[in-house]
Structures are given as structure tokens and as C-alpha cells.
């Protein structure tokens, strides 16, 4: 499991960055123990999704899902090279060794194993890309099951949980929102039309929206801030102050908790943005992008997928997470998910990133039991 994982983090893989070399590497391990995969790329050919099964291909297996990008190292004081693999005790240490190359080495080791089983059901394993930013490079593959791949009962997302089954988490929708004004000389600003200032009512008016999903009766008890929040993260405009600015970029999230629209936001500030553009020239403009897309997940802690998941990871009671996963695309597609993964989120994105050698075993321990469970 350490040789696998020291090969996963020696390909530097942020998200921005293609994973072609990573997904040659583990479609050359999964041909040479003769473990059928597929693989689904983007338009641009430079990321890969790959889906590799054991067992028959037929429905209601189990997926386990995790992702190979990993977020940047830049600005980070690291006390070794992020892409060199380091053993410090009972610590890998390296880029992504929790989030989530460790979980994805774990199920890598165990497929060989599990290929001479007799299982009855499937084991899927699907490796994702571009989670840590647009978060679509599972969608196509969840896509496809149950239209042309086998549908599975459930899904096992391995975002670091410490072996705890979590089966909530609020949803992830980021934005990138363009307002062009038109430039003018700063002593004449009513020949121009500042981007800066539609920028700022712009921003005003999901500032006043945050305020209303806080007020908003649909909470969550289960999360903390337990309302659904609305946050501008950064912003871009203007070029000199004695200038009217033609340009002003910002970007914004909304995290939503489960049952509110998380498209919603947007909308109004969609209706906003028309209502505001009729007053103005036809050449300024307001238009916002989608840039991440992870759908809130709030499994039924009665769902078979969890009481199962809970017996093999040892577990009495489900929890929740405080971040956002690919679960919820996977519950949007009708397959109940649940996230159970090795080491801990507090680890994850810092400099230094580790993952305990006894958490991988645990995780290799509990891929082993999801085996013999899919034998019966
Ligand atoms: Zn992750």
C-alpha cells in the first residue's frame, strides 16, 4: 500500500494540472492483476476518470469513489518536497496523503486481493478528477449507472472521516460573476460606467441574501453555522484609482444545507443583474458562471447503505462532515451515499499533510470486509 501511495503522490496532480501520467500508472497496475476498468475523459483529453470493477458487472454492487486531484502547494511551508512520499514514524507524509491519495492507494491494494474472491456483487472503484475545484470529474461515470454501466446499491466516498460513516454534509455551488462597465477619465464619470460600483451593489444584494437564508426557518441542527451561507471570497477590478473602471470580477459561494435550492441565490441574482442591465447601455453587462458544483447530501440514517457501512467500519452512530464531496452527486443520481474514509480533514490542504500507516490499514482492513460482504 505505501509503494502504490508513494506512486500516486510522486504525480503532481492539482487540480489544475492534467492527471493523464496518474491514470497511466493505475491503468497499468489494473491490467497487470486483470481488474477491468474503463476510463471517461474530459473534452480536453488531459483528465481521466477511471472506473475499475471486480466481480461481476451487474447491479447492486457498492462504489467506492475517491478523487486524484489534490488542491496547490503554493505559499505552503513544507518541510520536504510535497511530491516526494516521506515516512516520519507512523506518518506518510506528502501532498494528498489524506485528501485523498491514501484512501485511493488503500482501495488500489486491496482490488488484487479481491479480484480472487467469489463475490457476487460487484466492487466498483471509481477515481475521480477536478474535485478540489469544479468538483464534475465523477458525473460522468455516476452518469452512466444504471443506463450503461450496472447500477450500484450504494456509494462509499473515502474523504478522510477517520473511519467514521458520515451521512450529511451541506452543499457547494462557487461562482464567478463578470460585471464590464465602460472606461472613462476619472474627472468625467458620467461618461463612463463603473464596473467596481454595479460590482459592489451586486455584492450587496447577496450580502442582504445571506442575511435572509440566516433568518430562514429551513435549519439544519446537524451543522454548524446551521443555515445556509452566502460568502464573497475574492474580487478583481479597475486598474488606476483616476480611472472609471471597465472590468470588476468577483467570485462567491453558496453553502447550502440539505433541502435548500442551492441554485437559488444565483437566480435572484440573475433577476437582479436583468432588472439592473435595463437601466444601462446595451454594452454593459453582468453574467455569472457556475465554477463548482457539489450538491448537499442527507442520506436516511435507516438506509441499508448506512447500517452496512457502520458494521464494517465499527462504528455505532453516523456522523456529519463539515465539508463538501462528490456524495451528493451520487444521492442527486438516486444512489444512496455515505462518506467513510482514512485519516482526518484536519490534516487535509495544510503543509505537511500526513496519514497514519494504522488509518490506511484500517481502511484496507474495512475495503476487505466490503469484499467478503459483496461474497455473500
Ligand atoms: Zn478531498
Known amino acids: 500500500m505505501g509503494d502504490i501511495l508513494e ?54 454492487g457498492v462504489v467506492l469513489s475517491g478523487h486524484t486531484d489534490v488542491v496547490p502547494v503554493t505559499g505552503q511551508s513544507w518541510t520536504s518536497d510535497p511530491f516526494l512520499l516521506r515516512r516520519d514514524g507512523d506518518r506518510f507524509v506528502g501532498r494528498g496523503a489524506v485528501d485523498m491519495k491514501g484512501f485511493c492507494a488503500a482501495a488500489l491494494a486491496a482490488l488484487p486481493r479481491l479480484r ?71 474627472s468625467r464619470p458620467a461618461d463612463g460606467v463603473n464596473a467596481i460600483d454595479i460590482a459592489n451593489e451586486a455584492m450587496t444584494f447577496l450580502r442582504c441574501a445571506a442575511t435572509e437564508l440566516q433568518a430562514d426557518r429551513l435549519k439544519d441542527a446537524r451543522f454548524d453555522p446551521s443555515f445556509t451561507t452566502v460568502h464573497v471570497g475574492w474580487i478583481n477590478g479597475g486598474t488606476a484609482a483616476n480611472v472609471v473602471p471597465s472590468d470588476c470580477t468577483f467570485e462567491w459561494e453558496v453553502r447550502s444545507v440539505p433541502g435548500v435550492d442551492d441554485g437559488l441565490v444565483n437566480e435572484k441574482l440573475d433577476a437582479w443583474a436583468a432588472a439592473t442591465l435595463t437601466a444601462l447601455q446595451p454594452t454593459v453587462d453582468i453574467s455569472t458562471t457556475t465554477t463548482c458544483m457539489l450538491p448537499a447530501l442527507s442520506t436516511d440514517a435507516k438506509h441499508a447503505a448506512v447500517s452496512t457501512t457502520l458494521r464494517l467500519a465499527k462504528r455505532d452512530q453516523p456522523c456529519t462532515v463539515p465539508y463538501a464531496t462528490e456524495a451528493g452527486h451520487f444521492q442527486r443520481a438516486g444512489i444512496a451515499a455515505v462518506v467513510c474514509g482514512p485519516g482526518s480533514v484536519e490534516q487535509a490542504h495544510r503543509p505537511d499533510e500526513y496519514i497514519r500507516l494504522s488509518e490506511l490499514q484500517r481502511c484496507g482492513d474495512f475495503i476487505t470486509q466490503l469484499g467478503d460482504s459483496l461474497c455473500v
Open 7 to 60: 506512486r500516486l503522490i510522486a504525480f503532481n496532480t492539482i487540480s489544475e494540472r492534467s492527471n493523464k501520467d496518474l491514470s497511466a500508472y493505475v491503468r497499468d497496475y489494473l491490467t497487470a492483476y486483470d481488474i477491468p476498468f474503463e476510463i471517461s475523459e474530459d473534452p480536453t483529453g488531459e483528465k481521466v476518470a477511471i472506473l475499475a470493477t471486480v466481480g461481476p458487472m451487474i447491479n447492486d
Open 116 to 186: 480472487e474472491r467469489p463475490l457476487k456483487r460487484p466492487l466498483h472503484l471509481l477515481l475521480s478528477y477536478d474535485e478540489e475545484t469544479s468538483g464534475i470529474g465523477s458525473l460522468s461515470f455516476i452518469e452512466s449507472f444504471g443506463r450503461d454501466l450496472p447500477r450500484p446499491s450504494h456509494a462509499i466516498i473515502g474523504e478522510p472521516t477517520e473511519m467514521q460513516v458520515a451521512i450529511a454534509h451541506k452543499g457547494l455551488v462557487s461562482y464567478q460573476t463578470k460585471v464590464s462597465g465602460i472606461a472613462a477619465h476619472a
